[in-house]
């Protein structure tokens, strides 16, 4: 292209020669017409090739040895300068040029990219910090060489494929014969045209766990591991196929309630990544956070300093849910294969790089058998011809042909054993024996020599035959070797997903002006309604019976005469509406109870029965199912004589909120006056414990902890002697050593012992949780006290076993051990002498009080109906007061024997422990 251009470009010389011609006269008699050359053909395969240039030599990794063109140049170049000492970076990246034709900063980068995976290079100096995201020093500051676990695994030029670098001047390998899957161990991401490619790291243990499991024919499974720490959700991994997706996150843990501290990150990011996040989360209003502070130097330490009044669990969530404490990786495992770039998951990649490292064992277990061999060839040679001395047969001869026929008769009859012909070369190499080894020849050494050649070669063979076994064992080797400190970093676990809104901090204000209709933030001058987030969506209920759902916005017009307006909860099957409605302009008046649970955003429903007219006499919105009692008022009209009197909304169930609901008078109310508070009518909530994701759930999930009412709270002890009694709260976090989870009942008592590291020695004691929702320590605070185990049994029993054999397993009834005391009590000692272990006993018998059931106090369940019309309770004429049943008294009747029924117990259990 740029020759056909040059053709038709401005030349400054021509126009000088024109010059210089109409200067003596001459005139061109002919006009030169101007040519057009199409250059289309000339690029049409410019791109492909460009395209495959960086596919194949620039940003995709071989799949036969997991290296990157100029990673494998590196390592190459790495091999021709190791002497086994440090060699400046900058002279390695030097050194690199000639096989790489590129610029040296590239070079340099891919460096510091390999010795930052810590395995191939042995680094000294600054080599930057993948925690913080420093960057390394100059490449003539620090210096590399290569790991042990490289040179014994990465390089064997006797089993290397060469070709000629880029000048023609050297060799370079074609692959590395790497006897381990090196590309699922270090990862591998690079972007090329139209293509790109995201391999992410994997263990170095499981992986050769995997190789020997697949090798013995076994499944396997293998998941990646990130030198960052963190926890990963691999549910969604699909191999590291394309469309497979996997969410890290940051580890943070509660150092008290008003500090959170991140000590691991998600892979992909550095502490001032994830840092800055949160600062712009915190700007944003979508978390609180007080103060950020970062300790991290060789691990990871950011603390998170909460403001007064701002739920750490709920921070924590909400880390997850706006910052990069918790990030979505997409794999997409693309290697080259044959020169094209190929599609395959992990579990392809890790059998293919083990069949690999087979047949490269294969391969030099050939060579150093045919070295063996030739070896044992030439020792029987030099054997025959000193032992026999056949070297006095060429003391005659006087031509070199001569020489070498004389040798080669005189060993004719001694060579019946030997495995192979005779040929020049080797007469020739006996030639070379120097005098003074035939004259010090030591026949025996010479024999006891052989025959170890013989026995290495019988070991070559064996393991040629058994090839599998030998792989097998070169791996676990390999994991012996070089395993220690390699375990596994990122931690497994299922994530819960976390809803935005639920963990969104408030970060507005709402305000409202019922009589013109408008909600919004900017409305300042009106009514304060509630802090809010901008996520939130809001629930409006108006005073012609109109209800709708709308997001969080400046200013919106919702309709007048607005009764109530709060942040509206999806789902939410607690929050109870009381409702009292005239239908139409003179219709009956019906009351109704009935949840919201789900709605479409910006739709105007009709709670009433759609006549005009309607209007809403009495509203209230009960967060915990509470039933309130009212006074109805009616107006004085014709021959009406009761005009007052009470209704109580827990004869009511909770229902849909489209049904009529039960009718109060058809005579007109003047008005309903709340008369007095009720209580909660709706069942106590059932709470399970989801193992698997650590967190609580309303569903049915994991383990029943009990039916929880709204005063009840749950017991929490972890290993290291942590105890409290708090609310059941969703969103709750639990510590990695939590041992105790259990609904918490007040006079229960807690049962433990313990070694007191001050004191050397073992105590047992015996409390209760006095103080709920504070969080206390049952063991002393010297760092070597620990917990050796806790119970929660009314009257349990253990046995605890010596680490002297000599002393026998002694049995322990906490009961009549110690008596119970304050949680800050040392409690009794039990023994100086070392346990080995302590086992819990079957509890001795005891009958534990029963609580009065939901349904033995006949709560009202709570429930949801669809949303069709219906009536339950029989229509009430003339406006007579609601014909209930009287459950005061049956309540008070099964209180009081449940009551009594504890007492008789507590008797019977005094009487069992005289004895």
Not at 51 to 62: K, M, T
Not at 380 to 391: A, G, W
Request: glycine fraction near 6%; proline fraction near 3%; aromatic fraction near 8%.
């Amino acid at each position: 292209m740029s020759e056909e251009i040059n053709d038709n470009e401005h030349n400054p010389a021509s126009d000088n020669q024109e010059e210089s011609n109409d200067s003596l006269g001459f005139q061109d008699d002919v006009i030169q017409e101007e040519t057009i050359t199409k250059v289309t053909g000339m690029y049409k395969e410019w791109f492909l090739d460009y395209a495959s240039y960086v596919i194949l030599e620039r940003a995709v990794p071989s799949l036969e040895d997991g290296l990157k063109p100029v990673q494998r140049r590196i390592m190459h170049s790495m091999k021709d300068l190791d002497d086994g000492r440090y060699n400046k970076v900058a002279n390695i990246v030097g050194h690199t040029m000639q096989y790489h034709p590129h610029g040296d900063a590239s070079i340099a980068d891919a460096m510091v990219q390999i010795g930052q995976k810590e395995l191939l290079i042995d680094m000294q100096g600054n080599w930057g910090n993948i925690l913080t995201g420093d960057r390394a020093a100059a490449s003539r500051y620090i210096e590399a060489r290569l790991s042990k676990f490289a040179l014994e695994v990465v390089f064997n030029p006797k089993t290397t494929d060469w070709k000629m670098s880029y000048d023609g001047r050297r060799r370079e390998p074609i692959d590395l014969p790497v006897k381990f899957p090196l590309l699922l161990a270090q990862g591998a991401e690079g972007i090329a045209v139209g293509l790109s490619t995201k391999i992410l790291p994997h263990n170095f243990i499981e992986l050769i766990d995997a190789s020997i499991k697949y090798l013995k024919g076994r499944s396997f499974t293998i998941l990646p591991d990130f030198l960052t720490g963190g926890i990963a959700d691999f549910t969604n991994y699909n191999d590291g196929k394309r469309g497979g997706r996997i969410r890290v996150r940051a580890k943070i843990t509660q150092l008290d309630k008003k500090t959170l501290v991140i000590n691991e990150i998600p892979f992909g990011t550095t502490t001032t990544t994830l840092i800055d996040s949160i600062i712009k989360a915190n700007e944003k209003g979508k978390i609180k956070i007080k103060k950020i502070e970062d300790n991290t130097a060789a691990e990871v330490e950011i603390l998170v300093h909460l403001p007064p009044n701002v739920s750490p669990d709920k921070t924590i969530d909400a880390l997850y849910a706006f910052t990069n404490c918790e990030n979505s990786i997409s794999p997409l495992s693309c290697t080259i294969e044959n020169n094209k770039p190929v599609f395959i998951g992990v579990s392809e990649m890790l059998k293919h790089s083990t069949d690999l490292t087979v047949d490269l064992l294969k391969k030099e277990l050939e060579i150093q058998l045919n070295e063996l061999e030739e070896q044992w060839h030439f020792s029987s040679l030099e054997r025959i011809f000193i032992e026999n001395r056949i070297y006095r047969d060429i003391e005659e001869v006087e031509t070199w042909e001569g020489v070498l026929k004389a040798i080669d008769l005189g060993l004719q009859p001694h060579i019946k054993h030997l495995k192979r012909a005779i040929t020049e070369e080797d007469i020739v190499r006996l030639t070379e024996i120097r005098i003074k080894k035939i004259s010090k020849f030591d026949i025996d050494k010479a024999k006891q020599f052989i025959e170890g050649l013989e026995d290495k070669i019988a070991g070559v063979r064996g393991h040629l035959a058994n090839l599998i076994e030998f792989a097998i064992d070169y791996f676990k080797r390999l994991k012996e070797t070089y395993g220690k400190g390699k375990e596994r970093k990122t931690e497994i676990k299922i994530f819960d997903d976390i809803v935005a809104s639920k963990v969104a901090m408030n970060n507005t204000k709402l305000y409202v002006n019922r009589e013109e209709g408008f909600i919004g933030t900017s409305l300042k001058r009106d009514e304060f309604v509630t802090d809010c987030s901008d996520i939130d969506e809001i629930i409006i209920f108006r005073k012609d019976g109109k209800m709708m759902v709308t997001k969080v916005d400046s200013k919106i017009f919702v309709g007048k005469e607005i009764i109530h307006v709060a942040v509206f909860k999806k789902k939410d099957q607690r929050t109870v509406y009381n409702y009292m409605y005239r239908d139409g302009a003179r219709g009956a008046s019906f009351m109704k109870r009935f949840n919201v649970t789900s709605v479409t955003r910006d739709k105007e429903y009709d709670l009433t029965n759609g006549n005009k007219g309607s209007l809403v006499h009495y509203f209230s919105a009960n967060p915990n199912g509470e039933a309130e009692v009212v006074t109805v008022n009616l107006r004085a009209v014709g021959s009406v004589k009761k005009l007052k009197w009470d209704i109580d909304f827990a004869d009511l169930s909770v229902k849909g909120r489209a049904v009529r609901g039960n009718t109060i008078s058809k005579y007109a109310i003047k008005s309903v006056d709340f008369k007095s508070a009720g209580v909660s009518t709706l069942k106590p909530r059932k709470i399970w414990f989801d193992e698997t994701v650590q967190r609580l759930n309303v569903d049915n999930r994991g383990t029943l902890l009990g039916e929880f009412k709204a005063e009840d709270k749950l017991l929490i002890i972890t290993q290291s002697g942590k105890i409290k009694a708090v609310k059941p709260d969703l969103s709750m976090h639990f510590e990695d050593d939590m041992i105790v989870l259990e609904k918490w009942k007040p006079n229960k008592p807690i049962s433990a012992i313990y070694f007191d590291g001050e004191k050397e020695r073992y105590y047992i004691k015996r409390f209760l949780v006095e103080t709920p929702d504070k969080e206390e320590v049952l063991i002393s605070e010297h760092p070597k006290s620990q917990l050796e185990i806790v119970t929660t049994d009314y009257r349990p029993m253990a046995e605890v076993v010596f680490s002297k054999r000599t002393l026998a397993p002694q049995q322990i009834n906490f009961e009549s051990f110690i008596a119970i005391k304050g949680i800050k009590a040392q409690g009794n000692q039990l023994t100086t002498n070392k346990i080995k272990q302590v086992n819990l006993l079957e509890s001795l018998p005891f009958e534990e009080p029963e609580e009065p059931s939901s349904e033995e106090i006949e709560v009202v369940e709570e429930e949801i109906i669809s949303n069709t019309l219906s009536i339950d309770v029989p229509t009430i004429e003339k406006a007579s007061v609601l014909e209930v049943p009287n459950k005061e008294d049956k309540k008070n009747d099964l209180l009081k024997k449940a009551i009594q029924k504890k007492k008789e117990r507590k008797d019977d259990d005094s009487q069992q422990s005289l004895f």
